[in-house]
C-alpha cells in the first residue's frame, strides 16, 4: 500500500517562507506525477503545484514566481519551497501521487498540513 507523509506546515508572518515535503513509501515502482493541492476554509481543493517524473512543472497562476515545486526521485520525495506567503496562501496543503505500485496503479493523498499565514 503506498502512502504519503507531509511535513513543514506551520505559522508564518506575510512574506516569510515554509517548504512543505512529502515522502511517499511502499512497493512503488514508480511515481508519475507527485503535486501539492490546497483547500481553504469554505472553498474547494484547487491545484497549487505539480510535477513529473521528468522534471515538468505547472503551477496555479496565483502562486508563479513565489512557489516552487522539486521532487527528489530516489528519495520518492517532492518538496514546496513558498516564499513570499501571503494571507490568502492559508489553507490545508495535501500532496498527491499517481504511479504504479507493482502492476497496479495508483492515486493517494495525504493527511494534510495545515499553512497559516498572518498579516
Known amino acids: 500500500q503506498v502512502q504519503l507523509v507531509e511535513s513543514g506546515g506551520g505559522q508564518v508572518q506575510a512574506g516569510g517562507s515554509l517548504r512543505l515535503s512529502c515522502a511517499a513509501s511502499?512497493?512503488?515502482?514508480?511515481?508519475?506525477?507527485m503535486g501539492w493541492y490546497r483547500q481553504a476554509p469554505g472553498k474547494q481543493r484547487e491545484l497549487v503545484a505539480l510535477?513529473?517524473?521528468?522534471?515538468?512543472?505547472n503551477y496555479a497562476d496565483s502562486v508563479k514566481g513565489r512557489f516552487t515545486i522539486s521532487r527528489d526521485n530516489a528519495k520518492k520525495t517532492v518538496y514546496l519551497q513558498m516564499n513570499n506567503l501571503k494571507p490568502e496562501d492559508t489553507a490545508v496543503y495535501y500532496c498527491?501521487?499517481?504511479?504504479?505500485?507493482?502492476?497496479?496503479?495508483?492515486?493517494?493523498w495525504g493527511q494534510g498540513t495545515l499553512v497559516t499565514v498572518s498579516s
Open positions: 510535477i513529473t517524473i521528468g522534471g515538468s512543472t
Open positions: 511502499g512497493s512503488i515502482t514508480s511515481i508519475n506525477y
Open positions: 498527491r501521487a499517481e504511479g504504479v505500485a507493482g502492476y497496479r496503479l495508483f492515486e493517494v
